[in-house]
């Protein structure tokens, strides 16, 4: 470990936090509904889409409503996807004549970023074309992210509001979101990479002489476009196979940081959205401070293991520490930061391959994602679940006091407790499940290119990125299969939706509830005891899912490499 590896980490929380308040509050303005400087340019296409469709922004939505225009809206953006990429081959924007996809990889790709999870089964510059990159995926990167900050201001409304029967208008919501942030933002994200040397074109190939004389064929496309807004959104899915690792994607350590900034840059931002929604930014502060906790407690486990190093070559008389699959021009602090920041948020992105951290290294990525993705988390997926706990941290809090829980105002009954319960309990049972599944049939474990605990690690982190919404996997495994096609997309169809109904579900019953003004013998939840005891409800959790495969995978891992044996 150095210095400047500390100055990096330490230096990017800062500057996140910076970043937090004018974030928050402009996302507090479109939370609002209220009039932005672009309003001068981009209302009169927010009300054109609005007359098009025949929606009334004004006329807000019960729970229930909104929950079902947000999963049909979703269905049928995925079906739209799933049509693109089975007639790839015969639609236009083809230069490279790629042929469309099989059934089973068109449906885990379309329900991958139909669901903000982008995991991806195939290399991009090898079975994409321009076409399909532009209007089959990158349509989601946008509309995936948009949803999951729409539905963290439902819930916010469903705290903030006083025996209220709807929680907004989910067409609007999402409209503004992309209109007013996503879009904007986007675009001039996407000079930035374009300056930096990222492509933007609609050709297929390029063929150059390179300095010893050879000729090489480049695969080039519109890059710089979907990168923006593929780290912005928490999306995650590369254009080339190698993600945020290639040079086309990634080209030096400055866009290496803007990149990750770009990451948290909601998430963070959302967190002070919250504590002004309900009156007291102080809220918004005690579960940011949480996140971050959890955080730079994930990044110091990794980079130290990383800048350690592989036993089994310090054993062979080889020091140092390990460079194996990462980038020279980022070095081990970059790509151990990198690595607990697109895990801590549901992206997925990648500038060093997962599978060949060190054992310890690749468990606190693994680890990120089985929390349930609130370390930051993904663009308004992070917060709402973050909330989830929240709501447990309270009841535990009220039984320990001998009191009717209360958050932010509102009294959390057996109702919301039962929801958030139901919600948080879909990950490790989804994932343990799952990876059983796979690791005892013929299907499944014909995916692992290794044997033993790694091999198990990898099919573990397969499903737990899946259900997790996240999208980076261990790249030892031969996804592309129709067992691993279908029950990965089956597991991000749960990870995503049977989490944000029960979520929906408590925003509207705490919106039809009183304000319950706070007491003295309210427990308080802006101090360190609450940030203690959140810290603590999430880590308790999240253990659901990782004790019990920890001695399979990780640590097993570890003690083989210990023992100078390769598992």
């Known amino acids: 470990m150095t210095i400047q590896g500390w100055f990096l980490i330490l230096g990017f929380v800062a500057m996140l936090l910076a970043l937090a308040k004018p974030v928050g509050a402009w996302l507090f303005a479109l939370y609002e509904g209220r009039r932005t400087p672009l309003h001068l340019v981009l209302g009169p296409v927010e009300a054109g889409f609005y007359q098009l469709a025949r929606i009334d922004p004004g006329q807000e939505q019960g729970w229930r409503r909104y929950a079902v225009h947000m999963i049909v809206f979703n269905v049928v953006l995925m079906g739209f996807t799933y049509a693109v990429l089975r007639l790839q081959g015969v639609l236009p924007g083809n230069p490279q004549g790629l042929a469309g996809l099989s059934p089973p990889l068109a449906f885990n790709t379309a329900v991958s970023f139909a669901t903000n999870t982008n995991w991806q089964s195939y290399g991009g510059e090898t079975t994409m074309s321009n076409l399909s990159q532009m209007l089959g995926l990158t349509i989601h990167n946008f509309l995936s992210a948009a949803t999951g900050i729409s539905l963290a201001f439902a819930l916010f409304r469903g705290f903030a509001r006083r025996e209220a029967a709807a929680i907004g208008n989910f067409w609007a919501d999402v409209t503004r979101v992309t209109l007013y942030l996503l879009l904007p933002i986007s675009i ?71 990149q990750m900034l770009s990451i948290f840059l909601i998430g963070f931002g959302l967190t002070w959205t919250f504590g002004r929604a309900v009156g007291d930014t102080r809220q918004g502060w005690a579960i940011l401070s949480a996140m971050v906790i959890l955080f730079l407690a994930g990044a110091t486990v990794t980079y ?16 140092g520490g390990n460079m194996e699959g990462k980038e020279a021009r980022f070095g081990i602090a970059a790509s151990a930061l990198f690595a607990v920041v697109t895990t801590a948020a549901s992206c997925g992105a990648v ?54 829980p209360e958050y932010v105002g509102k009294k959390i009954e057996a109702r919301e407790v039962k929801l958030a319960v139901l919600a948080i309990a879909v990950l490790p049972l989804t994932i343990l499940g799952l990876t059983a599944l796979s690791s005892v049939l013929a299907q499944g474990l014909a995916g692992p290119l290794n044997k033993g605990p790694h091999g198990f690690t990898e099919i573990l982190y397969a499903f737990t990125s899946a259900v997790g919404n996240n999208g980076s996997a261990f790249a030892g495994l031969t996804a592309n299969t129709p067992w691993y096609n279908g029950l990965l997309g089956v597991a991000m169809w749960i990870g995503r939706f049977f989490i944000i109904v029960p979520m929906l579900a408590i925003a509207g019953s705490l919106a039809a509830r009183k304000h319950t003004p706070e007491s003295a013998g309210s427990f308080p939840t802006t101090g360190g005891l609450w940030i203690g005891l959140l810290v603590g409800i999430v880590l308790i959790l999240g253990g659901l899912t990782f004790l019990p495969s920890l001695a399979l995978g990780p640590i097993a891992d570890h003690l083989a490499m210990i023992h100078g044996t390769l598992s």
């Open 188 to 258: 001039v994200y996407a000079t930035f990479l374009i300056a930096s040397g990222v492509p933007q074109t609609l050709a297929g190939v390029v063929d150059v002489t390179t300095l010893e004389g050879a000729k090489q064929s480049l695969l080039l496309g519109p890059v710089a476009s979907q990168e923006a807004i593929k780290m912005l959104g928490t999306n995650g899915g590369g254009f080339f196979n190698a993600n945020s690792a290639h040079p086309f994607e990634n080209p030096t350590a400055l866009t290496n940081l803007i």
């Open 304 to 319: 130290a293991q990383e800048a350690a190093g592989n036993p089994v070559l310090h054993q062979l008389g080889i020091a």
């Open 351 to 404: 500038n060093a391959m997962h599978d060949s951290f060190t054992a310890l290294g690749g468990m606190i990525p693994l680890f990120n994602i089985q929390l349930g993705e609130v370390v930051i988390g993904g663009v308004g997926a992070g917060i709402y679940g973050f909330l989830l706990f929240a709501i447990l941290a309270v009841f535990v809090a009220g039984l320990m006091v001998g009191r009717t």
